[in-house]
């Protein structure tokens, strides 16, 4: 059975419209089908669906990324990847079932697939811990990335996470110094690390797994620190406003490619992947491959400061690069010729005032 959102009541009235149609037994008996009229309502739905789809706000897009029927990390890994052997457990405590981790492959190249997986029915939803990761959880990815790298082996992350697991277990096991490790980890590979935001991105469970080289969400997914109805209870103690929560956060794949925080934002099919599954795997298989091969020429060391510099020039201009002098190892900031300019201008404003008043009484007197 389908699922709904709120924003989606003429849609479902339209679609059991479709179903009755198509049922050839009426009240009457046995009906000829009317096509024609399946084929116009369905026309219609389309039209609702784009019209709709194009105008969400970003609440409504927090709805879709937690779709109960968006397709989840363990569908895209057994759509895009072949011969995945799954491999289980941190060698510390236990294997944590809310992440899917093992090694596949990917037009004949060998990859690390690590997949945040929330479940598909109540059961499943429950032994996964609604993708709410434990700090075994973050020990096992650590432990196959560090693996990934010995080897020279790309690491692919599907993020899809209302945040790490907040309960005293985990905090007794260490959740903070895990997601912690967890980062440094991502961050110091040298090989290629590609995150795909499937759904939501919350908080440091999701950063955790998604520091990587690029970066990328698909339309209707989201990625933020806290969640909307959180920040919401923080701000204005009121777990209502929600949408002006979302609006203020930026949390949408939009908002966050304009701010460079992501590099790629993958279009989902008209009313969202969970629409067209098949479709928005392809599209993920050809994202995932053409990012591959952009790191193919890349050294060790190329790839490494490549992953540095993008979190580095997040919120500025250009960020920091390494110095020209080989013998000199250290980054230095490197601004942008306008910025540069500006400061200048600043700097020296009272300089360049007096220069154009003296200019303006030079040019009055020789025109008087």
């Known amino acids: 059975m389908k699922n709904y959102l709120d924003f989606e009541k003429e849609i479902k009235a339209l679609e059991q419209e479709v179903d009755g149609l198509k049922s ?10 009317d096509t024609n009229k399946i084929k116009n309502t369905q026309k219609e739905i389309n039209q609702k669906l784009e019209e709709i789809y194009s105008n969400l706000n970003s609440w409504q897009k927090t709805q879709v990324a937690r779709h109960e029927d968006r397709p989840k990390a363990n569908y895209y890994i057994k759509k895009i990847f072949s011969q995945f052997t799954l491999l289980s457990g941190d060698r510390y405590f236990g294997d944590d079932k809310s992440v899917i981790a093992g090694f596949g492959l990917i037009e004949n190249k060998s990859v690390l697939v690590i997949g945040q997986e929330k479940g598909e029915d109540l059961n499943s939803r429950i032994e996964r811990n609604f993708g709410m990761m434990r700090p075994e959880g973050y020990r096992k990815c650590i432990r196959l990335m560090k693996l990934a790298d010995r080897f020279q082996i790309p690491v692919i992350s599907f993020i899809d996470t209302p945040g790490a697991y907040p309960g005293l277990g985990a905090e007794q096991r260490g959740q903070a110094s895990a997601i912690a490790n967890s980062i440094e980890c991502c961050m110091s590979l040298t090989v290629p690390n590609i995150s795909i935001i499937i759904g939501e991105g919350g908080s440091g469970g999701a950063i955790a797994l998604a520091s990587s080289n690029k970066v990328i969400m698909l339309e209707n997914s989201i990625y933020s620190v806290i969640s909307p109805e959180g920040c919401a209870s923080i701000l204005w103690r009121d777990p209502s406003k929600s949408l002006e929560a979302a609006d203020a956060m ?4 939009k908002d966050l490619l304009k701010l460079k925080i992501i590099d790629e934002v993958i279009p989902e099919p008209l009313g969202g ?34 992953r540095k510099a993008k979190f580095l ?5 250009q960020g920091f690069s390494k110095a020209t002098n080989l013998a000199d190892q250290s980054l230095s900031y490197k601004e942008s010729g306008i910025r540069k300019f500006r400061i200048h201008l600043d700097k020296n404003r009272y300089i360049y005032i007096g220069f154009c008043l003296v200019a303006i009484t030079s040019l009055i007197a020789l025109l008087f």
């Open 24 to 33: 050839p037994f009426g009240s009457e008996g046995i009906s000829e089908v």
């Open 250 to 253: 930026k949390l949408t794949a």
């Open 273 to 306: 992947a969970h629409r067209d599954p098949d479709t928005i795997a392809s599209d993920i298989k050809h994202s995932i491959i053409k990012n591959l091969k952009s790191f193919e020429n890349f050294s060790k060391n190329e790839i490494y400061d490549h």
């Open 313 to 317: 020039q997040i919120g500025r201009d």
